[in-house]
């Protein structure tokens, strides 16, 4: 069974800096797409950033330069290394285990429990 586990949220004031983790179990890992979304209070879930089996990545707008998504095969985990941090970056953080077909992202089933991010002053 596709288990993902994120971890690495908390409260951090404007400006700072957080790692995100998202460790899979149960899959072969190292041949699918990653992606990470968010979502904040009253809005949609939304993809902040995806990794390709291959380590191409592609961005949100309003995270691109601030956001670097990472991936260690060998660990079978996924990172979401995010600078800069503004009060709008607030939201509950997401990992997903996916495909990309013709440039395109496609989310998959599995999704994780989710690890809080807050940034406020």
């Known amino acids: 069974q596709v288990q993902l586990v994120e971890s690495g949220g908390g409260l951090v004031q404007p400006g700072g800096s957080l790692r995100l983790s998202c460790a899979a179990s149960?899959?072969?890992?190292?041949?699918?797409?990653m992606g990470w979304y968010r979502q904040a209070p009253g809005k949609q879930r939304e993809l902040v950033a995806h990794?390709?089996?291959?380590?191409?990545?592609n961005y949100a707008d309003s995270v691109k330069g601030r956001f670097t998504i990472s991936r260690d095969n060998a660990k079978n985990t996924v990172y979401l290394q995010m600078n800069s941090l503004k009060p709008e970056d607030t939201a509950v953080y997401y990992c997903?285990?996916?495909?990309?077909?013709?440039?395109?992202?496609?989310?998959?089933?599995?999704w994780g429990q989710g690890t809080q991010v807050t940034v406020s002053s």
């Open positions: 990794i390709t089996s291959g380590g191409s990545t």
């Open positions: 149960g899959t072969i890992f190292s041949i699918y797409a």
């Open positions: 997903n285990l996916g495909v990309v077909v013709g440039g395109r992202w496609n989310a998959g089933d599995y």
